[in-house]
């Protein structure tokens, strides 16, 4: 009987690699020196080992568009071709290794929990790869499925693309220099192009965001519980303000605020009104000492 490829997400090259990505990005912004994520992706990424090389056709198949559907299959056919010529036992070898790092060394149940926006893409990029290095029949019916999603993503028909952040995320396997920058580019395009410096509070809410970028109602809860905050905290300044026209400016954000803690689900135009908000906070004490 024809074998069912099965997906595994904790051997998905692609998912381990974007969560992995998500830990080093919450190390920075918590301004944590010696990142567990940052050497493990170091060490098992880089262009030159097998994991990584397997990173790159995951990119392949992800980012590459083409409107016509016979180039289409024409180009899933030369990355499936690329990817049997990468060593099986090494890119095995190096997943057993990396998930046994990541056990000893993050809470595995935590770690996996993130909602991955494009799962069902990288699972059948997975379940493709894999049907192609298993020794059994394989159950067609599955694999077409699976190479029916990719090639859709690849038309640009039904799967959204990616966030730009994410092209910035895969230039890491150009360089190792990359690495360092990455992370950095996200989160100052997505937050920080505005700030010279992060007040705490603003460094705690960025790390909940990209902690819980698809789990809304951990960041939902988060807000929920600053914007109480942050409105006392503008009302007692607002009393000590004299000049009237910023009074009624200040006033208004308070009540902007309030409409926010009505809300069920937070956007990132929503994150970036509760950074401004500190960020209003911390030039009204600079502007009073």
Avoid: C
Wanted: avoid cysteine; glycine fraction near 2%; charged fraction near 35%.
């Amino acid at each position: 009987m024809a074998k069912k490829v099965k997906h595994n997400k904790i051997k998905n090259t692609g998912i381990l690699f974007e969560l992995l990505t998500r830990k080093l990005t919450s190390d920075i912004i918590s301004g944590k020196e010696n990142s567990i994520a940052q050497r493990l992706i170091e060490k098992y990424f880089k262009n030159t080992a097998e994991l990584g090389k397997e990173y790159v056709l995951y990119q392949a198949l992800i980012k590459q568009r083409f409107n016509d559907k016979d180039k289409s299959n024409d180009f899933l056919s030369e990355v499936i071709d690329a990817h049997k010529k990468l060593r099986a036992n090494e890119i095995k070898k190096s997943k057993y290794s990396l998930i046994k790092e990541i056990r000893e060394n993050f809470e595995l149940d935590d770690f996996f929990k993130p909602k991955i926006e494009n799962y069902k893409l990288l699972a059948s990029i997975y379940k493709t790869f894999q049907s192609k290095s298993l020794n059994e029949d394989v159950n067609p019916a599955s694999i077409v499925t699976s190479k029916f999603t990719i090639i859709e993503n690849i038309m640009g028909q039904t799967i959204q693309e990616r966030p730009q952040e994410d092209e910035l995320i895969s230039e890491y396997t150009k360089e190792d220099e990359d690495l360092r920058l990455l992370t950095y580019k996200i989160l100052v395009e997505r937050f920080n192009e505005k700030y010279s410096v992060l007040v705490p509070e603003q460094k705690n809410l960025i790390k909940e965001y990209i902690n819980d970028i698809s789990s809304a109602n951990s960041l939902t809860s988060y807000i929920h519980g600053e914007l109480p905050v942050i409105q006392k905290q503008l009302n007692r300044r607002i009393k000590k303000i004299d000049n009237k026209v910023m009074k009624i400016k200040l006033g208004e954000v308070v009540n902007q605020l309030e409409l926010l803690k009505e809300m069920k689900t937070y956007e990132d135009n929503h994150v970036m009104a509760v950074l401004n908000s500190y960020e209003l906070v911390k030039e009204i004490d600079g502007e009073n000492e």
